[in-house]
């Protein structure tokens, strides 16, 4: 202890002290050091994971809230609740108690709807993630594994969104556990087993599932979603983030903001806010109002029964798909919705699974590592095949509201269902092939995507109006190389170390873009039969 | 620090600004971070405490903004949760809470801390080819010792293959009650069921009026989801609907399993005008006269048909169990009888 006199350290020594009263215990400083130094990429698109993780969070404490409450058990009961259209008909508990979580407990709605909004989000957030992987080419060498456990997870978050939107036992979810029968009966051989296996029984079951989803939603899928994303984030944090080309931007490189304290500040903002518009959103916009639908009675049916979105493709395809039904060996049957419902997501799994893989035996690129991020406009052929598959899965999720669309547009259902059925296959094909095209324009053309610059109408003393062009703002033609120059990709390490601005260049420190009006004056290459390509202001530095 | 330690491939470091005064050698694998330890001493210069905004007062007053507003909408929250709630008060309330926080800390990580763009090496992945060697020898060690004794590894193979056949089993079995059996094959009709409501009680043969619908169930079983069946009063006297079907229909009544064969769900929208029948799930429509084939959709085979009696004491009773399995297709499922629809029917 110092005496009374001593002047009082700085925040900085005692700061210093506490870092190395840690490292005398865990001796952590050097490991400590570099991860508060980490640098992280300022592109907003690398909030579209951190949105997916937050969610997941948001889920727990939402749904540690929920399970205090609710009733696993498909055990009728007579409803005596607070709300009268219910009282006196025969519910399952699951139901009951969801109504009651409704209605009686307090704050409880709002937990319950935040909860629906966040396994929404959640998986929405994790496709647009996907999106961005796919079409930026950050799933190549060395993050092909990370992108699988990302997949990985996708397929958790969608099945154990069904299995939570299963759980309150009310009038549309079980037709939905109906239809997931249904699809289970479908797979050859193992079928019937399996059906009989998860549901005990034959449909309806003797009431085991929802205990079993119970288990399913709440601990065992949620523990192997942890699991996976902290093995995600830690590839993630050794492999480090990808990032788009730009000035300064190398192979070798990372460029942004170090994670203390800017990135922690920031990405603890971004959580609350997340937060604050699921609470939005639970609070404000209703979502699954199971008290209208009533307990399940499988002889019931309650109309416009749709699932929660990302389950829409399968029921697009349900519905699109001809009446197939196949007879094997005249003894055994492949039913129909086996094609729609199991051979189409087996399809996009694995195809997604090896995409890797199977560009890079087009491309040839694996002998390398890539850590710069592709525009899409510059890979014309992965992005025009991406977004025409993507179309094509939009196709499906549109075709699951085919009733919908009848009767808004007042057509009849069979063309409506025709119209569906020779879109979802053609549309994509223009589509892709149109979005190649636009590429192949795009990364042919000048200064395209680039910051446009304005015009100013100046007005002369005598009344008459000029334009001029604007005066060039800071960071107008900060570059990017143009994508076909990435010599980093192809250098090696020593060579292109050298690009970089060191701190004894000139004497001037190595952050860069801290004076971006002296950036303009990179000189870009002519290329492009002789069209001048300005360089482009790098991504994110906003 | 020991900066002697670190140069080498892989070494993970910033060379950022403030850190490095000592400049690096460019040819080098890596920059150096010999100054990382008097970086801290002259932070005063280092870049990475420079804020990005020009007037950082203005930034300061949004950021505390912010914050009051999340301590204000918070006590309103307790406030509002104290008198009992509401669900569109709590979710606002909440929603500014937590927003006023993000949207303040954000705000202060954007505008008030120090902004790149900052510039890290990245470690090549891969290590010099000494290590890799010497990793994959200390990793085959294990394979040689494996290889060295095999018949223990086949045997201990063996014995893990024989544990997990013989583990699952009984972990499976216990999951299965009960086994499925013939129970897809088979509804709980059997000759002379009466046919109940929901609640029960039996149908009598002047209950439904023309144009009437009705969801029956075996008696004994009212309510079961494999056994529902729609009972439809589509004419007064009795109709054919398919060869063989002749005595099926007394007083115009028509059974069918309500289980559409497309996925299962409930077939039980009747349209009256045109004798159809519509499932909501995926909108396959069946055409009842003719069998209940069907005729739009995804459904592949036509509803099951229930042969219906009056034995004169004016209930309505079932002459046997649906000829074929109901609801949907399984793998088992012996197709012979009406895989196809029979397409000559739709002339009737
Ligand atoms: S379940 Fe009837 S159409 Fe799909």
């Known amino acids: 202890m110092k005496s009374r006199d001593a002047p009082r350290p700085s925040l900085e020594d005692r700061t210093v002290e506490l870092a190395r009263w840690t490292d005398d215990r865990f001796g952590v400083a050097k490991i400590g050091k570099t991860a508060l130094n980490k640098i992280f990429p300022d592109h907003w698109s690398f909030l579209l994971g951190e949105i997916a993780m937050y969610t997941f969070v948001i889920l727990i404490i939402t749904g540690i809230f929920l399970t205090l409450f609710f009733v696993p058990s498909t055990h009728e009961v007579i409803y005596h609740g607070s709300y009268l259209p219910l009282r006196g008909q025969r519910v399952s508990e699951a139901y009951q108690s969801t109504v009651d979580i409704s209605l009686n407990v307090r704050a409880g709605l709002v937990m319950r709807q935040m909860h629906h909004w966040a396994a929404d989000i959640f998986a929405a957030a994790v496709v647009v993630h996907l999106c961005r992987i796919f079409f930026t080419g950050a799933f190549r060498r060395p993050r092909e594994l990370n992108y699988m456990i990302g997949l990985t997870m996708l397929i958790l978050v969608i099945v154990n969104g069904f299995i939570g939107y299963s759980l309150p036992d009310d009038q549309i979810s079980g037709a939905g556990l109906r239809i997931a029968f249904s699809i289970f009966l479908s797979l050859p051989i193992i079928g019937t087993w399996g059906a009989f296996l998860l549901w005990g029984g034959n449909f309806p079951g003797n009431g085991d599932i929802i205990p079993r989803f119970y288990s399913l939603h709440i601990l065992i899928i949620p523990a192997v979603i942890a699991g996976l994303l902290v093995a995600h984030l830690g590839i993630m944090w050794h492999q480090k983030h990808t990032d788009f080309p730009g000035k300064e931007k190398t192979n070798r490189t990372v460029v942004g903001s170090s994670f203390w304290p800017t990135y922690v500040a920031k990405t603890t903002g971004y959580f609350f806010i997340i937060f604050a518009g699921l609470a939005l959103l639970g609070g404000l916009f209703q979502i699954n109002p199971i008290w209208l639908y009533g307990s399940y009675e499988p002889f019931k049916v309650s109309y416009a029964v749709q699932p929660d979105w990302y389950m829409g493709w399968l029921d697009g395809a349900l519905r699109i798909m001809p009446a197939w039904e196949t007879q094997f060996a005249g003894r055994y049957l492949i039913s129909a919705p086996f094609y729609p419902a199991v051979v189409l997501p087996g399809l996009t799994f694995t195809a997604l699974y090896m995409w890797p893989f199977i560009e890079a035996r087009f491309t040839k690129e694996n002998r390398m590592e890539h850590h710069l991020l592709d525009r899409p406009r510059d890979r014309p052929v992965r992005t025009g095949l991406g977004v025409g598959v993507l179309s094509f899965y939009v196709m499906l999720f549109l075709a699951s509201s085919t009733d919908v669309l009848a009767n808004t547009l007042r057509v009849s259902l069979n063309g409506v269902l025709w119209t569906f059925r020779i879109g979802t296959p053609t549309i994509p094909i223009v589509v892709g092939l149109a979005t190649y095209q636009i590429c192949k324009e795009l990364s042919r053309a000048p200064g395209a995507g680039l910051r446009k610059r304005s015009n100013v109408v100046v007005r002369s003393a005598e009344g008459g109006y000029t334009t001029v062009p604007a005066n060039i703002r800071p960071g107008d033609f900060e570059g990017e190389p143009p994508p076909e120059s990435l010599p980093e990709e192809a250098v090696p390490r020593g060579a292109m170390g050298d690009r970089r601005r060191r701190p004894d260049e000139g004497g001037e420190e190595v952050g860069v873009g801290v004076d971006r009006t002296e950036a303009t004056a990179v000189t870009p290459p002519r290329r492009f039969g002789g069209f001048f390509r300005p360089w482009h202001r790098p991504a994110g530095n906003s | ?348």
């Not at chain 2, 079983?221 to 054919?240: F, K, M, Y």
């Not at chain 2, 229909?249 to 069918?256: F, M, R, T, W």
């Not at chain 2, 009696?309 to 399984?330: I, K, T």
């Open chain 2, 1 to 348: 620090m020991s900066p002697g330690g670190e140069d080498e491939i892989g070494s993970d470091h910033m060379s950022t600004g403030g850190e490095n005064p000592g400049g690096d050698n460019p040819g080098g694998a890596g920059s150096t971070s010999t100054g990382s330890g008097a970086a801290t001493a002259t932070a005063v210069e280092d870049i990475r405490l420079e804020i990005p905004v020009q007037r950082p007062r203005r930034a300061e007053n949004f950021v505390a903004l912010c914050f009051v507003v999340s301590v204000l909408a918070t006590i309103g929250l307790a406030i509002t949760y104290s008198l009992g709630g509401q669900v569109q008060a709590e979710g606002a309330l909440l929603g500014l809470g937590l927003g006023g926080m993000g949207v303040g800390v954000a705000a202060w990580g954007k505008y008030l801390m120090p902004q790149g763009p900052f510039v890290e090496d990245r470690h090549e992945l891969p290590k010099p080819e000494s290590d890799r060697r010497a990793f994959g020898a200390a990793f085959s060690r294990g394979s040689v010792a494996v290889e060295r004794r095999g018949f223990l590894g086949k045997l201990l193979g063996a014995a893990i293959g024989v544990f997990s056949i013989v583990g699952i089993f009984p972990f499976l079995r216990s999951l299965y009650n009960p086994r499925p059996g013939n129970a897809l094959d088979f509804t709980f009709f059997r000759r002379g069921s009466r046919l109940v409501r929901i609640d029960g009680r039996p149908v009598m043969a002047d209950d439904v009026d023309v144009g009437g619908v009705l969801t029956v169930f075996p008696e004994g079983h009212a309510g079961d989801a494999v056994s529902q069946t729609l009972l439809i009063r589509a004419s007064s006297v009795p109709i054919t609907t398919l060869p063989g079907r002749e005595t099926w229909s007394p007083h115009g009544y028509l059974a069918y399993s309500k289980l559409c064969t497309h996925a299962g769900c409930p077939v039980s929208l009747y349209q009256q005008q045109v004798q159809q029948l519509l499932c909501p799930c995926h909108q396959s429509v069946f055409t009842l006269l003719n069998g209940a084939r069907p005729i739009f959709g995804p459904a592949p085979r036509l509803l099951p048909q229930l042969p219906i009696m009056d034995n004169g004491d004016g209930f309505l009773r079932a002459q046997s169990d649906f000829q074929e399995p109901v609801g949907p297709g399984f793998w088992e499922r012996n197709t012979s009888t009406t895989l196809n629809p029979p397409k000559t029917a739709a002339g009737q």
